[in-house]
């Protein structure tokens, strides 16, 4: 099994920033990539950034240029960096990550989410 556990929401006034963190444990071998997923009330969970064990990087367009996500392969923790914060990125932010288990088989993990609010 493995577990993911974020911190690091809040509320945060219009361009402020905020950084999230997100640690993974457990029965881990490897991790090939992580990321950060939202879902605002009334919305679809939708792709914030990834990051794959190699540090390839991918933005949803309406964050590119304000959020930066980075990883720690040792610690298998990922971060997201968030500045010029709006009003829209207000949401549930979820960690993911995939891998493959040190038992059998492969794993597509989910944190439990920290909300994230701006507004001033």
């Known amino acids: 099994q493995v577990r993911l556990v974020e911190s690091g929401g809040g509320l945060v006034q219009p361009g402020g920033s905020l950084r999230l963190s997100c640690a993974a444990s457990?029965?881990?071998?490897?991790?090939?990539?992580m990321g950060w997923y939202r879902q605002a009330p009334g919305n679809e969970r939708e792709l914030v950034a990834t990051?794959?064990?190699?540090?390839?990087?991918n933005y949803a367009d309406s964050v590119k240029g304000r959020f930066t996500i980075s990883r720690v392969n040792a610690n298998n923790t990922v971060y997201l960096q968030m500045n010029s914060l709006k009003p829209d990125d207000t949401a549930v932010y979820y960690c993911?990550?995939?891998?493959?288990?040190?038992?059998?088989?492969?794993?597509?993990?989910w944190g439990q989410g920290t909300q994230v609010a701006v507004s001033s």
């Open positions: 457990g029965s881990i071998a490897k991790i090939n990539a």
């Open positions: 990051i794959t064990s190699g540090g390839r990087t």
């Open positions: 993911n990550a995939r891998g493959v288990k040190s038992t059998i088989g492969l794993f597509n993990s």
